[in-house]
């Protein structure tokens, strides 16, 4: 017994000598490398410090209206995004695909379906706060974080609107916004019960090892059509002018 | 997922291996030897065997490995081949240590549907024309 408690005796002020060692060890690292770098201001940091959690922690104070929502919309968004989000011709639409059953139920029923249309950004998006975050640090494509803080609230009040998540006459803010994720349409759609999470997790698909004769459909060839050749400009510059292997002559489509 | 659910947070990288050469946007100036060579990782841990078939996946032999083989790494491989100017279809096969193996991307698709994007490691082929132009071609 005495033996038993001495040795966790010693591996207690082993773990701490050890502990109070590395601490000691990193400062003097940072005194070795005193003129590379500096440590980051806290200014510094809040700049970068803009995300929002699930939870709203992160989420700064400000309010905006579908109103005022739309005139950003219209002068800052809509060239990509159609005027009602609904535009798939720069970026797949952020608005359409969702229901008043998906929002009684949390989950969008659209995604189950094996539809060859696009998935909305609506249909997919299981936290607002995520909506807010990325407008904020990411939008308009041109210009991120371009916008103030009362004008991120406006436009995502604003996309709100357009999918049928707030009426007309809504004034989004910290305070309201909690209410709002509790009708987001997927709110319960994502999941973490799959094998991509952990790495000794479950996958859901592999191969076979087929050495010989193994079954193949080489009816079903698919090759990429000609026109998108050109796309990474003239390959034969880009490959060495020597040796066996080349790159192919391609130009850059006009 | 076939019931609409979605996979949050899909950190893991399966694994997955690409022949870098020959491959697309290259041609092969001759008739010859070239070393066909490529990459396979695993985010699971290391590669333990890479594969590469010709003929469009009828047909494979084992590459040899570069060493250190590291999980999570870039592991190179490399086969000797000889071409004889005819039409090939080049794949790479990656097995790694868990045993999981790279799928085809009809067994990819029979699993996840054709609407998936993100976490494609299905084999990767690469045709060879009688003229040697080497092109990105799906066998489905």
Redesign the interface.
Known sequence: MFRFHSTVGVMRALLLSTLVWLICMSSAQAEKFVRIGRAATPSEIAAWDIDVRPDFQGLPRGSGSVAQGEKIWVARCASCHGEFAESPSVFPPLVGGTTRADIERG????????S?NS?TTMM?L?TVSTLFDYIRRAMPFDAPKSLKVDEVYAVTAFMLNLADLVPADYVLSEKNIAEVQRRMP?RD????A????????K????????????P???N?????PSTVNGL?GN?AEQ?RPYG?????E?RRNP | ????????????Q?CKSVIT??SG??????Q?F?NITGLAWS???KIARV?VSVD?????TTARLESPILPKCLTRFNLDWAWDGKPY?LQS?A?DET??????I???R????K?SVY?NNA?QSW?VSAAG????????
Request: glycine share 14%; proline share 4%.
């Open positions: 989950r969008v029923a659209g995604l189950a379906a094996v060859e998935k997919k299981a997927n759609g994502n999941t973490m799959h094998g991509m999470l952990d790495v000794r997790g996958p859901d698909v592999s191969g076979k090892d087929c050495m010989r004769d193994c193949v459909d080489t079903s060839l698919l090759l990429l990474n390959l490959h066996s292997i080349r790159g192919i391609t | 997922m076939p019931d609409g659910l979605q996979r949050q947070y899909t950190v893991i399966e050469s020959p946007g290259q041609r092969l100036l001759d010859g070239y985010g699971r841990g594969d469009g996946g009828r047909n494979w279809i096969r097995i045993g999981y193996i790279q799928p085809k009809a067994e990819l029979a699993v996840r549907g609407r976490h084999i045709q132009e080497v092109m990105n071609v799906q066998i489905s």
